[in-house]
């Protein structure tokens, strides 16, 4: 007997067409035909996120034998995005497996189920960004009224007011630091200098963290030098003072989305910093130089990946 491996998604746990029902569906359809389902796995997460970033998608891949058939609710459970589609096929096929969405009878790869797969993730992908843009129109909107939508930036506070509507006003404390560091900035110091002073006097982040060069940099935006400030930073930077811990793991981070992932998920499965890096090592992964990460590039990363909220 044939079998499969059902995969559902939903961008959130209240959405209303949920893993229950999209499994209910995929079962319906597998007992119809005749197949045997083999396990059942699930994402919650956006359409238009990376296939790396899909832990239950990349397990249900890993489960495929040759010949299994991979069932999804819908094509757009897969993803909303054309590019992401293609690259979700491709790793199924080469596991000589196939793919069936029940909103697409055929699962032959003829001109018109070609045309009609095609077709439907070009109109997934514009639905993503209607989505996108309705939401992006709320959060402003909401943001312009001073309301609470999303992560509370540092230098703020959530504050509920009499009427019980959330709020965002200013925190103090946290913009004293924020004021502090720039005001070392504008004086001329390298974000190296900086952080060691914010080590020296206990300043630290949210997270109870010495500011990482990257968060220190954000803190700094739009800051100025005065032109004699700036030369004396100039010539310290030319005698070996550039800060480049920010530019060679915080870029590498924001650059590399593969990367980004398996820190995520290799953290959060509670490894040490020292076997995250022997797993970057095993995967082949290595700075730019050729050489493997070590435990202290891992630390920063997972520092900045902290306070950026994603961990």
Same mark, same amino acid.
């Given at each position: 007997?044939?079998e499969?491996?059902?995969?559902? &998604?939903?961008?959130t746990?209240k959405?209303?067409n949920?893993h229950l029902a999209?499994?209910?569906?995929?079962?319906?359809?597998?007992?119809?035909?005749g197949?045997?389902?083999?396990?059942? $796995?699930?994402?919650?997460?956006? /359409?238009g996120?990376?296939?790396?970033?899909?832990? =239950?998608?990349?397990?249900?891949?890993q489960d495929l034998?040759?010949? @299994?058939i991979?069932?999804?609710?819908?094509?757009?459970?897969? =993803?909303?995005?054309?590019?992401?589609?293609a690259v979700?096929?491709?790793?199924?096929?080469?596991?000589?497996a196939t793919l069936?969405t029940?909103?697409i009878?055929?699962?032959e790869?003829s !001109?018109?189920?070609?045309?009609t797969r095609t077709?439907?993730?070009a109109v997934?992908?514009?639905?993503?960004?209607k989505i996108?843009a309705?939401?992006?129109?709320?959060?402003?909107?909401k943001?312009?009224? /001073?309301?609470?939508?999303?992560?509370?930036?540092?230098?703020?506070k959530k504050?509920?007011?009499?009427d019980g509507?959330?709020?965002v006003?200013?925190n103090d404390?946290?913009?004293?630091k924020? @004021?502090?560091? &720039?005001?070392?900035r504008?004086? #001329?110091?390298?974000?190296?200098?900086?952080q060691a002073?914010?080590?020296?006097?206990?300043l630290?982040?949210?997270?109870?963290y010495? !500011?990482?060069?990257g968060?220190?940099q954000r803190?700094?935006? /739009?800051?100025?030098?005065?032109?004699k400030t700036?030369?004396? $930073?100039?010539?310290?930077?030319?005698?070996? =003072?550039?800060?480049?811990g920010?530019?060679?793991?915080?870029?590498?981070?924001?650059?590399?989305?593969a990367?980004?992932a398996?820190?995520?998920?290799?953290?959060s499965? /509670?490894?040490?910093?020292? =076997?995250?890096?022997e797993?970057?090592?095993e995967?082949g992964?290595?700075t730019?130089?050729?050489? !493997? $990460?070590d435990?202290?590039?891992i630390?920063?990363?997972i520092?900045?990946?902290?306070e @950026? #909220?994603?961990?």
């Open positions: 007997m044939q499969a491996v059902i995969y559902t &998604r939903t961008s746990q959405q209303e949920g999209q499994f209910d569906a995929c079962k319906l359809w597998a007992e119809t035909e197949v045997e389902i083999k396990s059942v $796995y699930q994402d919650f997460i956006s /359409g996120s990376e296939i790396d970033q899909r832990i =239950g998608f990349l397990s249900a891949i034998s040759e010949g @299994d991979l069932i999804a609710h819908k094509r757009d459970r897969i =993803g909303r995005d054309v590019i992401i589609n979700a096929e491709n790793l199924i096929r080469s596991k000589g069936k029940l909103d009878e055929s699962m790869d !001109p018109e189920s070609i045309f077709l439907m993730d997934a992908s514009l639905e993503r960004a996108r309705r939401t992006k129109a709320v959060l402003m909107s943001k312009s009224r /001073g309301l609470v939508c999303g992560n509370i930036s540092l230098g703020q504050f509920v007011d009499e509507v959330k709020r006003v200013t404390e946290e913009q004293a924020i @004021d502090l560091v &720039r005001s070392w504008s004086e #001329g110091l390298t974000f190296k200098e900086i002073r914010c080590e020296e006097k206990g630290t982040s949210r997270q109870g010495t !500011p990482t060069l968060t220190l803190w700094s935006e /739009g800051v100025k030098m005065t032109k700036k030369k004396s $930073y100039e010539k310290r930077v030319d005698k070996g =003072g550039r800060s480049g920010f530019r060679s793991h915080k870029r590498k981070l924001d650059q590399d989305k990367l980004r398996l820190l995520i998920t290799y953290a499965s /509670g490894l040490t910093q020292k =076997g995250i890096a797993k970057l090592a995967s992964l290595t730019a130089k050729g050489n !493997p $990460y435990a202290k590039q630390r920063r990363w520092n900045e990946l902290k @950026d #909220g994603a961990l």
